[in-house]
Nanobody
Framework: QVQLVESGGGLVQAGGSLRLSCAAS????????MGWYRQAPGKQRELVAS???????TYLDSVKGRFTISRDNAKNTVYLQMNSLKPEDTAIYYC???????????????WGQGTQVTVSS
C-alpha cells in the first residue's frame, strides 16, 4: 500500500524557519508530481507549492521568496523549506502526490496525514 509520511512541523516564532519532509513508500512506478497544501481553521485548503519529477515548481504568491520546494527522486521524498515564517502561515500542512503504480494503468492521488505548523506572533 502507498503511504505518505510527513514530518518537520512544529511551533516557531515569527521570522523563524522550518523544513517539512514527505516520504512516499510502497510499490511505486513513478511519481509525476508532489506538493504541499495547507488549511487553516475556518479557511479553504490551498496549494502552497508543487514540484514535478523533472523539477518544475509552482508557488502560492504569498509564499514566493520565503518558501522553497525540492525533491529527492531516489528517495521518493519532497521537502518544503519555510523561511521568514509569519503568523498567517499557521495551518495544517498536507503532502500530496500524483503517481503511477507498478503494472497498473493510470495516475493515482494520495494524501499525507497532515502536520501542524504554528507560528507565534
Amino acid at each position: 500500500q502507498v503511504q505518505l509520511v510527513e514530518s518537520g512541523g512544529g511551533l516557531v516564532q515569527a521570522g523563524g524557519s522550518l523544513r517539512l519532509s514527505c516520504a512516499a513508500s510502497g510499490i511505486i512506478f513513478s511519481i509525476n508530481a508532489m506538493g504541499w497544501y495547507r488549511q487553516a481553521p475556518g479557511k479553504q485548503r490551498e496549494l502552497v507549492a508543487s514540484i514535478t519529477s523533472g523539477g518544475t515548481t509552482t508557488y502560492l504568491d504569498s509564499v514566493k521568496g520565503r518558501f522553497t520546494i525540492s525533491r529527492d527522486n531516489a528517495k521518493n521524498t519532497v521537502y518544503l523549506q519555510m523561511n521568514s515564517l509569519k503568523p498567517e502561515d499557521t495551518a495544517i500542512y498536507y503532502c500530496n502526490t500524483y503517481l503511477a503504480r507498478v503494472g497498473v494503468p493510470g495516475t493515482y492521488n494520495y494524501w499525507g496525514q497532515g502536520t501542524q505548523v504554528t507560528v507565534s506572533s
